[in-house]
């Protein structure tokens, strides 16, 4: 299944473009994910930690960056795991797009997303959803940390694993809005 995002950072192209590609510090903004090794300049291993409801899920798995257009400020990256303690798998190809907009950056983010296991219960709607709203946070974290990062300061902390309750809540009210616009329209 496809799933279109997008958000603003504001830092200039080229700065967000290389603090993107710049994996280990980048991948912690990510909420639930963690960098276990650097294999090579363009391949990473690591986990990502997720709950939604009562299913919690850790997948392990390898993302490697299938090419960098400079000039189109545009990244293409892939990514399979598994389940460390179930049969679900999950790949992923995403495609980044940075474009300016006024002082800032604009992202477009693409992913082709195929799960299987217990993560494929979730329909189309609430998987898509769910990657909004961690994307949402993803895109918070980035924001926050490109001063640090400029500055040569760590990072303050770590994100923690997406929460289950918070997910489901904030996809929840996401699907009801859609849900109410069909059914009634906008009547205001």
């Known amino acids: 299944m496809r799933i279109d995002n997008e958000f603003e950072v504001a830092a200039p192209v080229d700065q967000v473009w290389m603090y993107l590609l710049d994996v280990p510090r980048m991948a912690p ?3 639930g994910a963690e960098l276990t090794e650097v294999v090579d300049d363009n391949t990473y291993k690591g986990r990502v930690i997720t709950k939604l409801g009562p299913v919690s899920m850790q997948f392990a798995g390898t993302a490697h960056i299938v090419s960098k257009d400079e000039a189109a400020r545009k990244v293409v990256l892939n990514a ?3 389940e460390e303690k179930g049969k679900g798998q999950a790949s992923l190809a995403v495609t980044a797009t940075l474009v ?3 002082k800032g950056t604009k992202v477009l983010v693409s992913q082709d997303v195929e799960i299987a ?3 494929a219960q979730f329909g189309r709607g609430m998987v898509a959803d769910v990657a909004a ?3 949402k946070t993803f895109a918070e974290n980035v924001a926050e940390d490109i001063p640090r990062w400029q500055r040569g300061e760590q990072r303050i902390a770590p994100t923690a694993p997406a929460k289950g309750f918070s997910i489901w809540w904030q996809a929840t009210a996401a699907a009801l ?3 109410f616009v069909r059914m009634f329209g906008r009547s205001r």
Request: aromatic fraction near 6%.
């Open 133 to 135: 709203v961690l994307m």
């Open 100 to 102: 300016r907009v006024g």
């Open 177 to 179: 809005q859609r849900f």
């Open 80 to 82: 399979e795991g598994a």
């Open 117 to 119: 296991g217990a993560a």
């Open 29 to 31: 903004c990510l909420p």
